[in-house]
């Protein structure tokens, strides 16, 4: 069913300030879901907000706190996200990190302890539109098998750039899982199959079902090349923020367990290089006008569908399961 995405957002908000969220707070938490859903990633969209509510409820997410940052070095902080909701740790970070990046060059932000901070693509575009380049990185629950076997081990392991051009800005967003475990989840909530080749089941054997899929593994994308990528963002991500490696982490997909998962966030000034923004974005306007295999799908570059997926969204709706409907009504009726 097709519903109206201001009607959703009053909703969410409503619903995070009833459990003590400030406005502002409460607003941006509820932007990042609406937003993941007008730009067709339902992943990290609205099917999180009944579990975040539940965290909330139960002492597992604190919605009336930002972090507590220290600044280790001239532009490294180290962030105890103490609870609170992903994005406004997040958010807050980036708001200490700018000034020291545009001072220094660059500065980086480690947390730990803090909840899902949903699609990374948010924060990449919001610190592009600030002039800085953003590179943000975050690793989950062990829901990844290994190139080569069949145990889920690693995390999903998102990565997101994002980078200033003149222009729109360049906004590079993926998992080094082949999709994301919210992918899944939203596949079995529409119950349809998913595509061969995304997972293997708790036997290690492959499956196109996705409730199987849900207690198997999810493969790396690009084979070793994606595995050793996802190895080196868990790695990275653990040793920098202090967080749990991937076997360990709970509270991104559950409302049992505090958050251990890890983020990374790094801006960088691009006047502190030598490089032309504005060559920048006629490259990607060359790119754009270059010879396709298919007439009738010119060459895109990464972040234009989803600004063509949220204009298109704005105007029809959004489009919700039926199960995740059901529970979205529940709380605007409750």
Same mark, same amino acid.
């Given at each position: 069913? #097709?519903?109206?995405?201001?009607? &959703?957002?009053? $909703?969410?908000?409503?619903?995070?300030?009833?459990?003590?969220?400030?406005?502002?707070?409460?607003?941006?938490?509820?932007? #990042?879901?609406?937003?993941?859903? &007008?730009?067709? $990633?339902?992943?990290?969209?609205l099917q999180r907000l009944p579990l975040l509510l539940s965290r909330i409820d139960k002492g597992l997410a604190n919605p009336r706190v930002s972090g507590a940052g220290k600044w280790t070095r001239d532009t490294f902080l180290s962030v105890d996200g103490e609870r609170g909701l992903g994005p406004v740790v997040m958010m807050t970070a980036m708001q200490r990190l700018e000034p020291v990046a545009k001072s220094a060059g660059l500065a980086i932000a480690a947390i730990r302890n803090a909840n899902h901070i949903g699609m990374l693509a948010y924060y990449a575009e919001a610190t592009a539109k600030k002039g800085l380049i953003g590179i943000v990185l975050s690793t989950s629950e062990a829901l990844v098998h290994p190139h080569g076997g069949t145990e889920a081990l690693l995390g999903t392991?998102?990565?997101?750039?994002?980078?200033?051009?003149?222009g729109d800005?360049?906004?590079?967003?993926?998992?080094?899982?082949?999709?994301s475990m919210g992918k899944i989840n939203n596949h079995a909530l529409r119950n349809v199959p998913i595509p061969a080749g995304w997972a293997v089941d708790a036997q290690g054997r492959a499956t196109t079902?996705?409730?199987e899929a849900k207690t198997g593994a999810i493969a790396p994308f690009g084979g070793a090349k994606g595995y050793g990528l996802g190895l080196a963002v868990e790695l990275l991500v653990a040793m920098l923020a202090g967080s749990c490696l991937a076997p360990e982490v709970r509270g991104t997909l559950d409302d049992s367990d505090p958050a251990s998962k890890g983020d990374i966030l790094i801006l960088v000034d691009p006047s502190a290089g030598a490089g032309d923004v504005a060559l920048l974005s006629a490259?990607?306007?060359?790119?754009?006008?270059s010879r396709p295999l298919d007439p009738e799908r010119p060459v895109a570059i990464p972040g234009d569908g989803s600004r063509a997926r949220r204009t298109a969204a704005l105007t029809s709706g959004i489009d919700l399961p039926p199960p995740l409907l059901e529970k979205l009504m529940a709380l605007e009726a409750a």
């Open positions: 069913m #097709l519903v109206p995405a201001e009607r &959703l957002m009053k $909703l969410a908000i409503s619903e995070l300030e009833r459990r003590g969220a400030p406005p502002e707070w409460s607003r941006l938490q509820a932007h #990042l879901l609406i937003e993941a859903e &007008l730009r067709g $990633l339902p992943s990290h969209g392991n998102p990565i997101a750039i994002g980078i200033p051009t003149g800005p360049f906004i590079l967003d993926f998992a080094t899982s082949f999709v079902d996705a409730e490259y990607l306007d060359r790119l754009r006008l």
